[in-house]
Structure formats: structure tokens, C-alpha cells
Nanobody, 126 residues
Framework: QVRLVESGGGLVQAGGSLRLSCTAS????????MGWFRQAPGKERDFVAG???????DYADSVKGRFTISRDNAENTVYLQMNSLKPEDTAVYYC????????????????????WGQGTQVTVSS
């Protein structure tokens, strides 16, 4: 069982920045691709960004160029740097872990992820 704990959410004005962190309890964190998803009220949980076990990254079109995902395997932590935030970025953000045999792969489907954090609220005011 992998426990994921997110932090870094909050209230920010449009155009501002936030950095989310997600720390895993698992010593074999490096065996997992990691993803960030978000869910706004009344909407489905959507893929935001993912990073493979290595350095391959993937982003939703809506955040490309504004958000950056990274990981620090020594700290068992994945980050999501969010810049130029917009009101439509308001949502609960979840990190998730996807056990992967392939080092360079990252997936967008929420159903493929094995473990989830509890979520952290991000609110962007206009």
C-alpha cells in the first residue's frame, strides 16, 4: 500500500503561481509513474500532467506551457509547478501513482493509476 500526501494548495489570484507537492510513503517510489489530476465541482476527474519513472512528461493541452511536473526520487516526492493560473484551474488536485515496468511510459487514464492522495484544493480568483 502506497500512501500519498499532497500539499501546497490554496487561494491565489489569476496570474499567480502555486507549487503542489506529493510525498509517497513507498521506498520504491522510483518504480511508479506519477500523475496529477484535478476535479472541479460537478465535473469528472481530468488528467493534468504525468511523469514517467524517468524524465518523460505529458501535459493536458489546457495547462501546457503553464504547468511543470517534476520528481525527486531521493525525496519520494512529485511536484506540480503551476504558473499563470486562471480561474478555470480551480479544482481539487490529486496526485496518483501508477506502477510501471516500462521506465519511459506515462498514462493519462485515471483508471490505470493504483494509488491516490486525498486531494488539495486550488482556488484561483479572478
Amino acid at each position: 500500500q502506497v500512501r500519498l500526501v499532497e500539499s501546497g494548495g490554496g487561494l491565489v489570484q489569476a496570474g499567480g503561481s502555486l507549487r503542489l507537492s506529493c510525498t509517497a510513503s513507498e521506498r520504491t517510489f522510483s518504480n511508479y509513474a506519477m500523475g496529477w489530476f484535478r476535479q472541479a465541482p460537478g465535473k469528472e476527474r481530468d488528467f493534468v500532467a504525468g511523469i514517467s519513472r524517468g524524465v518523460t512528461t505529458d501535459y493536458a493541452d489546457s495547462v501546457k506551457g503553464r504547468f511543470t511536473i517534476s520528481r525527486d526520487n531521493a525525496e519520494n516526492t512529485v511536484y506540480l509547478q503551476m504558473n499563470s493560473l486562471k480561474p478555470e484551474d480551480t479544482a481539487v488536485y490529486y496526485c496518483a501513482a501508477d506502477f510501471m515496468w516500462i521506465a519511459g511510459a506515462v498514462r493519462r487514464e485515471a483508471g490505470e493509476y493504483d494509488y491516490w492522495g486525498q486531494g488539495t484544493q486550488v482556488t484561483v480568483s479572478s
